[in-house]
């Protein structure tokens, strides 16, 4: 089983929709859990951090939940410029340091 | 944010040469680098932990002997992929963590290298 496991997609929607991401991880000690964004031929970018609360920064709202090891974030009123490659990352703490674990990614494509 | 620099961006070579790939984190002090492999549609795989001064830790299946890694200074690591074969063919990344006071919960990503191995 990957450690972070994520829907590759591709989620091809037209403007203005609202769409889901969901992503699972193995690791119950996580500590840490972030959405990326990956543009093509790029590296990855931090879109924002998660929070057991759940949050949200503008048209995004990422949500944890800890007992079922779960993540998702959500757009809404998607633009054109949200299309991207969104990874779930989770930072595990590994004796001293601490890595983040990728998932896979999940494909969006904003239609006009 | 904090700015992490890589190059080259892009490389070709021949199968059997050795190519090194600079990373430098331009705004702040990195005693840890971070490098990545992405071979097309597939995640980010850590491949080794570059820490200053000392020994790079490496994941499983990586192997130290060909992927080489300096980390010479607080603001440069290096990766140098020995005899490349076209299976090395891949996108490196790699990444610094800022450790200033609330720094510490987000890392750096350079802008990638792409290389072909031909």
């Known amino acids: 089983r990957k450690e972070v496991e994520q829907d590759p997609g591709p989620f091809n929607v037209p403007e203005g929709a609202t769409v889901a991401f969901n992503c699972t991880y193995s690791n119950s000690a996580s500590q840490s859990f972030f959405w990326y964004r990956q543009d093509c031929r790029k590296e990855p970018k931090l879109l924002m951090s998660v929070y057991s609360s759940g949050n949200e920064d503008g048209r995004f709202t990422a949500q944890l939940n800890r007992a079922s090891q779960y993540i998702s974030l959500l757009i809404r009123d998607s633009k054109l410029s949200d299309s991207a490659t969104y990874l779930c990352?989770?930072?595990?703490?590994?004796?001293?340091?601490?890595?983040?674990?990728f998932g896979s990614g999940t494909q969006l494509t904003v239609l006009p | 944010g904090a700015v992490v620099s890589q190059h080259p961006s892009r490389v070709i070579c021949k199968s059997g040469t050795s190519v090194k790939i600079e990373c430098r984190s331009l705004?702040?002090?990195?005693?840890?680098m971070f490098w990545y492999r992405q071979f097309p549609k597939q995640s980010l795989m850590l491949m080794a932990t570059s820490n200053e001064g000392s020994k790079a830790t490496y994941e499983q299946g990586v192997e130290k002997d060909k992927f080489l890694i300096n980390h010479a200074s607080l603001t440069l690591s290096t990766l140098t992929v020995t005899s490349a074969h076209p299976e090395d063919s891949s996108f490196y990344i790699c990444?610094?963590?800022?450790?200033?006071?609330?720094?510490?919960?987000?890392?750096?990503f350079g802008p990638g290298t792409r290389l072909t191995v031909l």
């Open positions: 990352v989770v930072n595990v703490a590994s004796g001293s340091a601490r890595q983040l674990t």
């Open positions: 705004d702040f002090q990195a005693t840890t």
């Open positions: 990444s610094a963590r800022d450790l200033s006071p609330g720094g510490w919960n987000e890392q750096f």
